[in-house]
């Protein structure tokens, strides 16, 4: 999944990082190795309602053969997934 390097990446202090992960908005974060350098190693979140997604990974680069993969349809294909 192509991803941004540092301009942009997301950072947060202590408190807030944990008021998103109790409030379950934490929407997606790199579990093994964090490659951007993001607070917590996270790579999306929503807002208070959950009907809006902020995300650093970017999988608009990877969904079409052209761009060099369609690995990204698999984020966009479980939101749609999600709604129904």
């Given at each position: 999944?192509?991803i ?20 379950d ?7 093994n ?13 929503s ?10 990974s ?14 990204g ?12």
């Amino acid at each position: 999944m192509p991803i941004a390097h540092n301009e942009g990446r997301f950072f947060a202090e202590d408190q807030l990082l944990n008021n998103l992960k109790v409030d379950d908005r934490v929407v997606m974060h790199y579990p093994n190795e964090n490659p951007t350098g993001t607070s917590k190693g996270i790579a999306s979140i929503s807002n208070d309602e959950g009907n809006v997604v902020g995300m650093m990974s970017h999988p608009e680069r990877a969904s079409d053969d052209l761009l060099g993969g369609t690995d990204g349809l698999r984020v966009f294909g479980s939101m749609l997934e999600w709604m129904r």
